[in-house]
Every structure is written in structure tokens, then in C-alpha cells.
């Protein structure tokens, strides 16, 4: 049974940082590309960060490139994914996702991690 479990997440002033991380267990984790994404309250879940599974590439939104940077550790079984210059929209639940070699989408999900960044 594949299990995704996000932490770090927190309160914190607008222009600080976080660090969320995401631990897993049940899968073959280098198989596997991970990504970010985040649910702010009224709005739809959004893209945040992926990374491949080799960690070789990485992509982004628009809204976190040059802020966020998403990484991983295979030896771990862990996805990172360290939050700069955080703004106050920002504040939305974040999700460690995983997808499967042949799968055509994100299909294992984290139950997610409040971030708040305040003004």
C-alpha cells in the first residue's frame, strides 16, 4: 500500500521559508516522479513543482520559479521541496503527489500540509 506523508508545513511571515518534505513507503520510490501541488481555500488544486525520477529534470509553476525548489533523495524515499521568499498567496495546503512509470497521471496522494504565510 503506497503511503505519501507530508510535513514541515506551518505558519510564517511573509518573505520567510519553509522546508516541506514528504516520506513514502509501500512503492519502488525510484520509479516513481513526484511532484508538489497545493489547495488554497475556494480555489481548485494547482501545480507546484515535479521532479523526475532520477531527480535529473525538475519543472515548475510560474508562480514558484526562482522561489521554490524541489528535490529528492532515492536512498531516503523522501521528495523536498523548500519554499523562499514565501508571500501570502502562498497559504494553501500542499500535497506530495506521485506518479507511476506507465501512468498517465498523479495517482498516489499525500493527505496533506497547511502552510500560512501571514502579511
Known amino acids: 500500500q503506497v503511503q505519501l506523508a507530508e510535513s514541515g508545513g506551518g505558519l510564517v511571515q511573509a518573505g520567510g521559508s519553509l522546508r516541506l518534505s514528504c516520506a513514502a513507503s509501500g512503492l519502488t520510490f525510484s520509479r516513481y516522479a513526484m511532484a508538489w501541488f497545493r489547495q488554497a481555500p475556494g480555489k481548485e488544486r494547482e501545480f507546484v513543482a515535479a521532479?523526475?525520477?532520477?531527480?535529473?529534470?525538475?519543472y515548475y509553476a510560474d508562480s514558484a520559479k526562482g522561489r521554490f525548489s524541489i528535490s529528492r533523495d532515492n536512498a531516503k524515499n523522501t521528495v523536498s521541496l523548500q519554499m523562499n521568499s514565501l508571500k501570502p498567496e502562498d497559504t494553501a495546503v500542499y500535497y506530495c503527489?506521485?506518479?507511476?512509470?506507465?501512468?498517465?497521471?498523479?495517482?498516489?496522494w499525500g493527505q496533506g500540509t497547511q502552510v500560512t504565510v501571514s502579511s
Open positions: 503527489a506521485a506518479r507511476g512509470t506507465f501512468a498517465s497521471d498523479y495517482d498516489c
Open positions: 521532479i523526475e525520477r532520477s531527480g535529473g529534470r525538475t
